[in-house]
């Protein structure tokens, strides 16, 4: 005798082997028996990709997945003694912080603040000038008193060139030289020589130097060996002291070394054809 479909299904109900399903339940896998138990494994097989990271990724609940209560699955957490790490971790960087306390004293200047009293050999941009371009006393004291008392309030006050706004309203991190980096030696701590005097040869040479560059930048790189201005840029260059015996600069001066510096005689700085940056491929 058969039986309708809506008396199988009250009966598989009535004896707990199925149940309607509302769209929450999961899914068994297709090769997973009904009567089988449902293991995590199962489970994460069954379920979407999402599903998947979100359990793997940390714990959520799964009551409306399996009807049970206080049923939650959680990621395994690795012990890797927090305290031992903290205490290597200040260790090592105490001994660091000691190897690098480097006083390296107050560093020789060149001279020109005593030689020129008018601050015209010192820096003074984005200062207030004169009609010769000479700082203003007062605009350039303000910046030196900033920069010794290290205070905001002070560099706040430091008198620009055009206090009401334009061009010269602004110094572009000036505070920069107050701030401390974690990483590597302090800026302090590091030191480079003076600058050459504004009266010094070196000074004078590397001006001209700028003006032969401008009056050359037109003239494409391939013409230097046989163009005649620059042909009259090396012959001027040459003559120039402040590049006899000075070590960033190749001597003679050739076509093939103008503009170029080096770090040491002959290396890579002065070597091959020149090349525009803009040009180089990858």
Do not use: C
Request: charged content about 15%.
């Amino acid at each position: 005798m058969k039986t309708s479909s809506a008396s199988n299904e009250k009966k598989k109900g009535n004896a707990g082997k199925s149940r309607h399903s509302n769209g929450n339940e999961a899914k068994l896998p297709v090769d997973q028996s009904e009567s089988s138990p449902l293991t995590r494994r199962n489970f994460l097989g069954s379920v979407g990709g999402v599903a998947t990271l979100a359990l793997a990724a940390g714990s959520i609940p799964l009551e409306p997945l399996f009807d049970e209560k206080h049923s939650v699955v959680g990621a395994a957490v690795v012990d890797y003694q927090p305290a031992a790490r903290a205490a290597a971790s200040r260790n090592y960087r105490t001994s660091t912080a000691k190897d690098e306390h480097i006083n390296v004293g107050v560093q020789p200047d060149n001279g020109d603040t005593l030689s020129f009293t008018d601050f015209s050999g010192s820096f003074s941009k984005g200062l207030q000038h004169d009609g010769l371009g000479v700082p203003n006393a007062a605009s350039w004291l303000s910046l030196k008193y900033a920069l010794q008392s290290g205070r905001h309030s002070d560099y706040e006050k430091i008198i620009v060139g055009t206090p009401g706004g334009g061009p010269n309203s602004r110094l572009n991190g000036p505070q920069g030289s107050l701030a401390f980096d974690l990483e590597g030696l302090d800026s302090h701590a590091l030191v480079i020589p003076p600058a050459p005097t504004v009266a010094s040869a070196q000074t004078a040479a590397e001006a001209i130097e700028h003006y032969w560059g401008a009056l050359l930048a037109d003239i494409p790189f391939t013409q230097y060996p046989t163009n005649s201005l620059v042909a009259q840029a090396v012959t001027d260059m040459n003559k120039l002291s402040g590049l006899k015996g000075n070590n960033q600069y190749p001597f003679p001066i050739t076509p093939q070394n103008l503009f170029r510096g080096q770090f040491f005689e002959g290396d890579g700085n002065v070597q091959g054809p020149y090349i525009s940056q803009f040009l180089v491929q990858p």
